[in-house]
């Protein structure tokens, strides 16, 4: 039985007496740690967001199937596009005042569940996003639809397959200086094209949602046409602002570098 303590109990000392951890190796250890946390932690951020980023780009093209399953039986017209409400027509309401709209349109014949409609990664939104109130209220989602389209129109998707279709919500809600996007991805956006196809588009510097863009204008003669030719000239000084949500849905266009 002494051999068998012996084999077992290899750090008693004779006396009894047990070798504790200095000082020195206390702290050694607890700066190690604090290293490997600090690498680790990162990066565990940022595959989380990564995931969220991978599951949004598939709800977009869950909605895009929806969008085309709609077409099929509409004449190839994807969903109206809301009537203004007083000078703006938000494309992110999925209804408003007991009526579909938009996206919400698709529900709940062919997009069924309504979480599709939402970005994992978002965390505040314009209009309230509690679905359970859909039709009755006004009730936004994450996604920008058909910007380049004119309110109170149904977007001919053959005619437009090299377009953006649909895009996380970049636009600022009143009262706040910040796009949505500084509430989801922050450094790029997630786009649905009318070919079916959805992809990244980065945003490294984060300008779209600190460039503070506001829903375009219905009552106004500014409209997506004027960019429309991926190789257009933006007019600067004649419309200053008011072009920046079509300067940021020309950019998802075509693919092209930070608008601003």
């Known amino acids: 039985m002494r051999i068998l303590c012996d084999i077992w109990r290899p750090w008693d000392r004779p006396g009894g007496r047990v070798r504790a951890f200095t000082l020195i190796e206390l702290m050694v250890v607890v700066v190690v740690m604090a290293l490997l946390m600090a690498l680790l932690v990162p990066s ?60 919400g349109l698709l529900w709940p014949t062919i997009v069924r569940d309504p979480y599709l409609y939402f970005c994992p990664s978002q965390t505040n939104f314009s209009f309230n996003p509690r679905v359970a109130d859909m039709p009755a209220a006004t009730i936004g989602a994450s996604y920008a639809y058909a910007v380049h389209i004119p309110a109170s129109n149904s977007p001919k998707l053959a005619a437009i397959r090299h377009l953006a279709m649909a ?27 009318t070919d079916g196809s959805a992809s990244w588009y980065a945003d490294p510097d984060e300008s779209i949602w600190k460039r503070n863009v506001a829903w375009d204008d219905e009552t106004d003669d500014i409209t997506y046409q004027t960019l429309y030719d991926p190789a257009a000239e ?14 940021v849905w020309h950019s998802f266009c075509y693919n092209l570098p930070d608008p601003f």
């Open 44 to 103: 565990y951020k940022s595959a989380r967001e990564d995931a969220r980023r991978t599951v949004c780009l598939a709800n977009m093209k869950h909605v895009g199937v929806g969008m085309f399953t709609y077409a099929a039986d509409n004449r190839d017209q994807g969903p109206r596009i809301m009537d203004p409400m007083g000078t703006t027509a938000p494309r992110t309401l999925l209804s408003r005042s007991g009526e579909l709209v938009n996206l």
């Open 167 to 193: 895009a996380d919500d970049f636009v600022s809600r009143i009262g706040d200086p910040a796009g949505m996007g500084r509430y989801a991805h922050r450094v790029g956006y997630n786009v649905l094209y």
């Open 234 to 247: 933006i007019p600067e000084d004649e419309y200053g602002d008011a072009m920046d949500v079509f300067r």
